[in-house]
């Protein structure tokens, strides 16, 4: 059979296809593409209070090999990828809380700040919470739950000028001290202890120290969970009976220290400490069905975990669109 096709009849086709489809060319969209991404901020209601997560940005760690350590190093790849997770560069999230409880505006933790330790796309909380329509003078309370450089950097800004100046500050005073010793700068934790003295001495003034088990601030109460570092504490959040535990580094990955919680993390002072820490905790958790924020799990990190096996399953929570 032979097929006659004319000139109008492709013209007509090529006007449904694209005519440079047809012609061999690349089609061009009506509108260019946008190049942009959403506002790095979520909120949502907790009891009487307003919670509003804001993100310093994602922070990549590398490899795992040497920083998730007490299993085979194949094993941890193998765990990475099964998830569908790049097993050859771990990236956390830094995602901060910051509270309303119609008295007071809290925020916990306040990311790298200026230091480009960890690469180029971190140290984007203040852009974040500009976008969230929070300002920095209106936060009364800045929570710390330990002074490693992604959690305590965000305080001053590259002049060393407070970025919160009307914000009291709290952390474990065994945090502070540790940290903060000039005796440690010769040591391999130097620049974990600069940073933290540039950021934690310009508000010492303005330190209070908590103690494991104090509701130091409405609504807010303080539980050690150390080996992270010494003073490492978590925070329940409660309002109006509806609570949220904000994990801090309780847990820095929600597969490899979930599902093998007894693994250890290099960047813990007491790794095997660190390791009964998050079992303890996150047993009672569980247990409990209390939600939870983790600091660096996938972007905005609210949801629950539940016991499975030798360790521990996370669900995140669906994003809450409406208030």
Known sequence: MTLNVSRRSLLALGAGL???TMLGGTAVARAPKLGTQTPYWHR?????????????????????KGTFVGIPDEDVRKMLSDNFLNPDNVVLEQNSPIVNTGDKLILFDTGMGTSKAFGPTTGRQQKSMAEAGIKPDDIDAVVL???????????????????????????????????????????????????????????????????????FLPGVQAMAAPGHTVGHHMFMVTSAGKS??????????????????LMEFSYDTDPKQAAQSRVKMLTMLAANKTPIMSYHFAWPGYGHVAKTGEGFHYYPEPMQMTL
């Not at 949502?44 to 795992?64: Q, R």
């Not at 065994?174 to 600069?194: A, I, M, Q, R």
């Not at 001495?201 to 209070?208: A, G, I, N, Q, S």
């Open 18 to 20: 694209g005519a440079s």
């Open 44 to 64: 949502f209601i907790l009891g009487d209070a307003e919670v509003t997560v804001v993100s310093d940005g994602p922070l990549p760690l590398g490899p795992p």
């Open 145 to 215: 739950s330990h002074a490693h450089i992604d959690h305590i950097g965000g305080i001053v800004d590259a002049g060393d000028k407070p970025l919160f100046p009307n914000a009291q500050y709290y952390i474990a005073q065994s945090d502070f001290d540790f940290w903060t010793d000039e005796g440690k700068l010769g040591s391999p934790l130097k620049d974990f202890v600069v940073h933290a003295r540039k950021n934690l001495l310009p508000v010492r003034d303005r330190l209070v120290f908590f103690k494991d088990g104090q509701e």
């Open 244 to 261: 949220f535990a904000f994990l801090g580094d309780l847990t820095h990955h929600a597969v490899l220290l979930l599902e093998k919680p």
